[in-house]
């Protein structure tokens, strides 16, 4: 997602200096009218003050070990943006931390999978308001219209992606409950010409059910795939995060649960969400042997 965002940003004309671990990543956005850096302290030393750091890191770790190596690199009045999928808990900590230091951090929840990171994003940030006013033009080119918002204060914006990701998972839990009923019934479903008919003026018409067509039409019973799903965190957290608030989520539960059989059983709804995944934010799945 970080280089097809990179790509859009190119292309409304920002100016990027670029650093990666992946050199192969960095020669490709250099190329693109990108300025490669070699190191985080060459990427602080190519940008004008005050910075704009945008992280696209995976959630934990990484975040931390990056942001352990810009901070003796920045100065006051810098501002650093994380947009993957952070727990929101990190995201307040991470932010109380820098602000100690005079730096703002911004926790941006981004949503959009690949395409949408290459033709237009949806990103919810929380954080100092100023900081986000001095972002907002940014996101104003990067993101679909009315696709960005300022959800409040530090946590909030990944507290918003997470709840989001959630919904996600239950969605996709029942499209894949659905498309296995169709599969079990003694009807003779093509199953593309459904998800269709569904993604053409119907209630629950919508991206999701675009990509299932797609998904279909590379394999029509989703035969070549192991319905093992995985989960990256979002949906756990989201669960966690109702126990502690006290709030009724069982569909989402539910579904979270769902991926944890799929483990160890499968069946037509859990390659549905396997291929969903895939064809959205280009997870990775498991082909049959």
Not at 3 to 10: D, R
Not at 202 to 207: M, N, P, T
Not at 230 to 241: H, L, P, Q, Y
């Amino acid at each position: 997602m970080g280089f097809n965002m990179a790509e859009h940003m190119l292309e409304c004309r920002h100016e990027l200096v670029v650093f990666d671990l992946s050199e192969e990543a960095v020669t490709a956005l250099a190329a693109k009218g990108a300025v490669a850096a070699t190191s985080l302290a060459e990427l602080v030393a190519l940008l004008e003050a005050p910075r704009l750091l945008w992280l696209m890191v995976p959630a934990g770790d990484p975040v931390d070990t990056t942001l352990e190596g810009l901070l003796p690199l920045l100065d006051r009045g810098d501002i650093v943006v994380d947009g993957g999928n952070s727990y929101y808990v990190d995201s307040r900590r991470r932010a109380a931390r820098l602000e100690g230091e005079g730096i703002f951090f911004l926790d941006a929840g981004t949503s959009g999978g690949l395409e949408g990171a290459r033709h237009g994003a949806c990103v919810m940030v929380g954080g100092e308001r100023s900081a986000y006013e001095a972002l907002e033009p940014l996101l104003k080119d990067i993101c679909v219209e009315k696709g960005y918002g300022y959800m409040g204060r530090s946590g909030s914006g990944h507290f918003a992606k997470m709840v989001h990701n959630g919904i996600e998972y239950g969605m996709m839990q029942a499209m894949g409950e659905g498309f296995n009923l169709l599969e079990s019934s003694d009807f003779d479903f093509d199953l593309e010409t459904v998800a269709r008919v569904w993604a053409n003026g119907s209630v629950i018409r919508g991206w999701l059910m675009e990509l299932m067509v797609r998904a279909f039409e590379n394999d029509p019973k989703l035969d070549s795939l192991q319905g093992r799903i995985a989960d990256s965190g979002e949906g756990r957290w989201t669960v966690e995060a109702a126990l502690e608030h006290e709030v009724s989520i069982p569909v989402i539960a539910a579904s979270l649960f769902s991926r944890y059989r799929s483990r160890s059983e499968e069946n037509l709804s859990d390659r549905v969400v396997a291929a969903l995944r895939h064809e959205f934010g280009g997870h990775a799945f498991s082909r049959k042997p």
